[in-house]
């Protein structure tokens, strides 16, 4: 799931000098079904998050901002569970809202803002 092609003409990830941007990371599989059921949903969408964000050197830890979108705004509560036990000590931003479809048919999706200590050209 990285790369540029017709269907996906973004970078998954783009550093900027010591910043890196994710692109949205949902909730499918690497031949992108939905994943189902509530938290697995959240986690599938945090692992893709990761893995792009690592394309550019970066790790959780350097993350300062996350927009969670999810199709269902009871995701909540989970959603914050998640984000304390992956970002509590960062204290990272968050941003939480409804949408009404994600695509591929989707529940989550996450984009992040890292800043790294080194970088690249």
Request: hydrophobic share 35%; aromatic share 8%.
């Amino acid at each position: 799931m990285s790369g540029t092609s017709s269907d996906h003409p973004y970078n998954p990830a783009k550093r900027a000098g010591s910043h890196i941007y994710v692109s949205g990371a949902l909730s499918v599989d690497a031949d992108y079904r939905p994943v189902s059921g509530r938290r697995e949903a959240l986690d599938a969408a945090y692992d893709r998050m990761v893995e792009r964000l690592a394309t550019e050197g970066g790790t959780p830890g350097d993350v300062v901002k996350l927009t969670y979108y999810v199709t269902d705004l009871s995701l909540r509560e989970e959603a914050n569970q998640q984000f304390v036990d992956n970002f509590a000590e960062t204290g990272a931003a968050r941003t939480f809202l409804e949408v009404s479809r994600l695509p591929y048919g989707a529940s989550v999706e996450i984009d992040a803002i890292a800043v790294t200590e080194r970088e690249n050209a």
